[in-house]
């Protein structure tokens, strides 16, 4: 616990304090500058998702192909499929480091936010344990915890929770390429449909200044993949998930019948 | 890919729970309270922990009667950590008038005790007794002070209020003065003294609630209570500072830095200040020109403002370790907790104001104990738990 406030918590919270304290007193600012350091911070880990992603996307005639050789081996197809990946240097999980790396400051934030609010006498006692002598971090107290028509400190905004869970349905929407296989394809939109409900769902029970910080990543995501991934991605693509030969002739009797 | 979606269930469960888990420090501490002691004729006055107003005989040391506040509801859902209710939290000393025990509550409440009423636990307000319960819309930490007719409080919705000391009812409410007030307001002659959070000293009239024309504006927030003394204003700010500020001046007579904030208010008595510092020291600083006269070190954050009995300081750390201190040379003492030297005198964290009555200073610890320090002996001389063994 020591280790993890003196490396992680003190530093983010002391940060989320003095920027605060830079921009006016706005405690919600002071989260939206906080979340575009974060996302600079980790940019690089962000360009090698993108360009992992644009890879497999360049990959997809190969994959069809073994699609069509080893449709009915899907142990073989597997392995095939792994191998592709592994000549073109992609790593399927690479598209997870981002949001992994991330995971620790949504913690630290959530913790910041709470502790830097300090919504009970304890809260603001405890606080004065973790603040750094700076005089950026005395001047900015008392911190407002109103931002726009949010409460920072409190839980739970329906319009927060609607930005939150359509920015990061975007976002994957324009990440998510498309799979030849149907059930992969099928959990794949199982899963752009449950993240976000997920995360609407977490805003609706945590602070708000927590959702901000949510819904302001998901932007400035959404910003680096048009200008960095080429425009909406997969996201202006309807229904581009190539089909297996099998898929394709069960979908053709279907029509004919 | 199937290794991709295990590792995505594992990180998203992992993140899920690390967030909503109640792990300690994981975000915001619940409100316990942490309510002073108040001697009156011969009893001892204290909110519990358990949201309870005790009161105590101190010769037989037994608790007289106890008054449980209703419980309030827990903003409960699948996030509260199986919690349905928390007792109500009490941060303010009572204030005793006559018959009567004033105190406010964390979830909003001011209540009027009637000491022979609770004594024979009637059912509550026992009008005749002149028991009532007002309710505020903002939770209450500061204490309540009476003055004259009236209780007047501060309240977590940032304003003051004038409540009618025998039947309840209000007189007058103040215009918002800050976002929240948990400070305890001063009161001399018609004026009221409030600090706030937003760096401002305000006058308010006690008649009427109006702002008088003096107020003083800082550029940092005040965190601890006023203390007036000879017409100055003493008191803590979130510069880890200690600021003097005559009334009626635009700026402060004189300042001092500690290492971190001065949350309690500090004691002023013959010309000299004794502030405890969240640093863990105690600095008696001469009150006309701001020297430090002597510091001492407590080893651990003072919550609690140290309280003068003759020529002895006594200063009670949050660490549970509680101090003799000689005011005049700032040489003390710790007294050693009976079961061991190596123990804090008092086995729970200390917050709450210390009360003093003939050579006895009363100690209510965060772990729902009253514990008694006897100055002449220099050792705690009982303990007395203050919640009640619920009967199955």
């Known amino acids: 616990m020591e280790l993890w406030n003196a490396i992680i918590l003190n530093p983010v919270l002391n940060g989320l304090i003095a920027l605060s304290s830079i921009l006016s007193n706005n405690f919600g600012l002071a989260i939206i500058a906080l979340t575009i350091i974060v996302r600079l911070i980790i940019l690089p880990l962000t360009l090698k998702q993108l360009n992992s992603t644009k890879a497999m996307q360049g990959m997809q005639p190969k994959i069809q192909e073994l699609q069509k050789k080893y449709g009915k081996n899907q142990q073989k197809l597997q392995q095939e499929m792994m191998k592709v990946y592994k000549e073109a240097g992609v790593n399927p999980l690479g598209c997870l480091w981002p949001m992994v790396v991330q995971f620790p400051v949504w913690i630290a934030l959530y913790q910041s936010i709470m502790r830097a609010l300090a919504t009970t006498p304890e809260s603001l006692l405890d606080l004065s344990q973790h603040l750094y002598s700076w005089q950026a ?121 | 890919m199937k290794k991709v979606k295990i590792l995505f269930l594992v990180v998203f469960s992992l993140f ?83 018959d009567l025990v004033y105190i406010g509550t964390y979830d909003g409440k001011v209540l009027s005790l009637s000491t022979s009423a609770r004594s024979q636990d009637l059912p509550f307000p026992q009008k005749r007794s002149g028991e009532w319960k007002w309710i505020c819309s903002g939770g209450i930490v500061g204490s309540s002070v009476v003055d004259g007719d009236a209780v007047y409080i501060t309240s977590s919705n940032g304003r003051v209020y004038s409540l009618d000391k025998e039947f309840g009812d209000l007189n007058w409410e103040s215009d918002i003065l800050d976002e929240k007030l948990w400070t305890t307001l001063v009161i001399r002659g018609d004026t009221i ?34 203390m007036l003394y000879d017409n100055s204003i003493f008191v803590g700010s979130f510069d880890n500072k200690l600021y003097v500020i005559k009334v009626g001046d635009d700026e402060p007579k004189w300042e001092f830095s500690g290492g971190r904030w001065f949350w309690a208010a500090p004691v002023v008595e013959d010309g000299v200040v004794y502030a405890g510092c969240l640093d863990g020291k105690v600095y008696a600083i001469d009150a006309d020109s701001g020297r430090e006269l002597w510091e001492f070190d407590a080893g651990g954050p003072i919550v609690a403002s140290p309280i003068l009995v003759d020529d002895s300081l006594v200063v009670a750390a949050e660490s549970g370790n509680v101090y003799v201190i000689n005011s005049k040379t700032g040489i003390g003492e710790r007294i050693k907790n009976p079961e061991g030297d190596n123990k804090p005198s008092i086995g729970a964290p200390v917050r709450a104001t210390l009360c003093a009555h003939e050579g006895t200073v009363y100690i209510h610890a965060q772990d729902n104990c009253l514990y008694t320090l006897d100055i002449g002996e220099e050792r705690i001389s009982w303990r007395l738990p203050l919640a009640i063994k619920q009967e199955s």
């Open chain 2, 16 to 98: 899920a729970l690390i967030l909503t888990s109640c792990v300690p420090g994981g975000g915001t501490q619940p409100a316990q309270g942490w309510a002073g002691t108040v001697f009156h004729d011969g009893t001892l006055y204290v909110g519990s922990t358990d949201g309870r107003v005790v009161a105590v005989n101190p010769l037989t040391q037994n608790i007289e009667w106890s008054y449980a506040i209703a419980a309030s509801s827990s903003s409960s859902g699948i996030m509260s950590c199986g919690q349905t209710s928390v007792p109500t939290a009490i941060y303010g000393t009572s204030a005793v008038d006559g």
């Open chain 1, 137 to 257: 971090v005395s001047q900015a107290f008392p911190l407002s915890s109103h931002f726009l028509w949010l409460n920072l400190g409190g839980q739970g905004d329906l319009i927060l929770a609607i930005i939150v869970g359509a920015t990061m349905w975007v976002q994957q929407k324009m990440t998510t390429a498309p799979s030849p296989d149907p059930r992969q394809q099928s959990m794949n939109s199982m899963m752009q449909l449950m993240m976000p409900l997920m995360f609407g769902m977490f805003v609706l029970m945590f602070p708000g200044g927590l959702g901000l910080f949510w819904a302001a990543s998901n932007v400035i995501g959404i910003v680096i993949q048009y200008f960095i991934g080429g425009g909406w991605g997969y996201l202006r693509s309807r229904s581009s998930a190539p089909t297996t030969p099998a898929v394709a002739s069960k979908r053709a009797s279907q029509k004919g019948s």
């Open chain 2, 193 to 226: 003294y409030v600090s706030t959070f937003d760096g401002h000293i305000y006058t308010l009239s006690t008649e009427t609630g109006k702002k008088l024309p003096w107020t003083f504006k800082s550029d940092v927030g005040f965190i601890s209570s006023p």
